[in-house]
């Protein structure tokens, strides 16, 4: 199926170009790969070089590259758990200002690591939110 017809929500409420490397990244994969959750996986792979989820959309990172250890790791390793969208890879300040637009309390005495999980739980929860759950 097009790309075009299964985005996800939160790429719906994200900017355009996010929306068409998702949908360039899913078509080429799924003309590889089938239709499924491997074409998904690669589309937000490659999405994750260059947008990062923030609440319920994707935001432009300030840098290109792998947003956590799995997207770093290549296609012939064994998988790692991913982080979700957050760009787990980005400086705490940068965590702790994405933090800051979700309105996460405790922040401030939280360490990198923490920051990554709790944006992760506030991205969740802002998903469900937007789908009316």
Request: positive net charge; without cysteine; aromatic residues 4%.
């Amino acid at each position: 199926m097009p790309g075009r017809e299964v985005l996800p929500s939160t790429l719906k409420r994200s900017p355009k170009h996010a929306q068409e490397t998702w949908i360039k990244a899913h078509d080429s994969a799924a003309e590889t790969y089938g239709d499924g959750r491997r074409a998904h996986q690669t589309a937000f792979a490659a999405l994750k070089h260059s947008y990062e989820k923030v609440g319920d959309h994707w935001e432009e990172k300030g840098r290109k590259g792998p947003s956590d250890k799995q997207a770093g790791r290549g296609a012939n390793r064994k998988p790692a758990k991913t982080a979700g969208g957050v760009d787990a890879s980005a400086s705490k300040n940068h965590l702790y200002e994405v933090a800051q637009k979700l309105d996460i309390k405790g922040r401030s005495s939280m360490n990198k690591s923490e920051l990554v999980k709790a944006i992760q739980r506030a991205n969740s929860r802002k998903t469900a939110q937007s789908r009316g759950k």
